[in-house]
């Protein structure tokens, strides 16, 4: 049995995933954390995401290094907030337990260290913006694409529900690294956060990112590339979370064969490195 524990239990992608792996033959969820002091500490996670009673009590993660311990986890799933997160991998690396993480919006500063955390610890860790197949096909189909339409004008637009706490999104900052790179400029040189006043005529380095906030969009991406006389855009919808969760579950079942000390990605997971 997979002993699995997860942070931000209560939440969109917490509850959500938690209903999936209690459905899983070869795994048990035996730990569910939330904020520090949370007002449902000691009650039944079943209960409070709505599906009764399962015999996991929530604890606050102010507890987080002691429940690892107690329930003896053997996967950390984290989709919380950047901070929550950051502090939740360096105590899971401490104790030896392996990690899924979905949570976005990390510093330059803090992936560095994540990257020492991880690799101290010596543990197995997944680690991607964006756990669906088709956001990963996407990644995919933007490292190939670029270097031929390299002298094309790229612009990243993002779409998220009014809930989301980050921006650009985790999934727009991938694409915009993966594009840079194949185009071999240095992110932080060519990054180009919105546009508002008299910013000057486009660079021909410069590379958009925008955000848009609303509703209850689960997650678009769309990079254009844009020419004289012409565009290419391509496009990933997320229609439901449903999408993300079956991705942490696919992680779960990999988790296993992972390389210690090292973060592995979505398309290590699925196989389309
Ligand atoms: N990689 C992927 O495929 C995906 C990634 N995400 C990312 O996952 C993250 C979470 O998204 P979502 O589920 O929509 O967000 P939610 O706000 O619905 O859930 C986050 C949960 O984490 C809890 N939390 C906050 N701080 C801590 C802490 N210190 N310890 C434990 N729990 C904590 C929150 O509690 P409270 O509400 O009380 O603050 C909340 O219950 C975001 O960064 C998002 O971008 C989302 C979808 C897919
Ligand atoms: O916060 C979300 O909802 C999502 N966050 C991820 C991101 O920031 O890219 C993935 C997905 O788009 C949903």
Not at 2 to 7: M, P, R, Y
Not at 85 to 104: D, M, P, Q, R, W
Not at 156 to 163: F, R, T
């Amino acid at each position: 049995m997979l002993k699995v524990a997860i942070t931000g239990a209560t939440g969109r992608m917490g509850s959500g995933i938690i209903k999936k792996v209690i459905e899983q033959d070869n795994m048990d969820l035996v730990a569910a954390i939330e904020v520090p002091n949370t007002p449902f500490q000691s009650k039944d996670i079943g209960e409070v995401i709505g599906i009764g009673k399962i015999g996991v009590a929530i604890v606050g993660a102010e507890k987080l290094e002691e429940i690892l311990k107690l329930s003896d986890t053997d996967v950390l799933i984290d989709f919380t907030i950047a901070d929550a997160a950051y502090g939740a991998i360096e105590i899971a690396s401490k104790v030896g337990v392996n990690l899924i993480v979905g949570t976005t919006g990390f510093s330059d500063e803090q992936n560095k260290n994540i990257k020492n955390f991880i690799k101290e610890g010596n543990v197995k860790a997944v680690i991607s913006s964006n756990m669906s197949i088709g956001v990963n096909v996407f990644f995919k189909i933007l490292k190939d694409l670029t270097p031929i339409l390299n002298d094309f004008d790229i612009e990243i637009i993002e779409a998220h529900h009014n809930q989301k706490k980050d921006a650009p999104s985790g999934t727009a900052m991938t694409a915009f690294e993966i594009i840079a790179k194949e185009l071999d400029r240095v992110p932080a040189d060519v990054a180009r956060y919105s546009r508002q006043g008299i910013v000057g005529k486009r660079t021909k380095e410069e590379i958009g990112l925008h955000a848009i906030r609303g509703g209850d969009i689960v997650g678009d991406h769309t990079v254009l590339y844009i020419g004289d006389g012409e565009r290419i855009e391509i496009s990933h919808k997320a229609h439901s979370r449903e999408v993300f969760i079956a991705g942490v579950i696919r992680a779960l079942k990999y988790i296993e064969n992972a390389e210690p000390g090292k973060i592995s990605d979505m398309a290590d997971v699925l196989g389309i490195n």
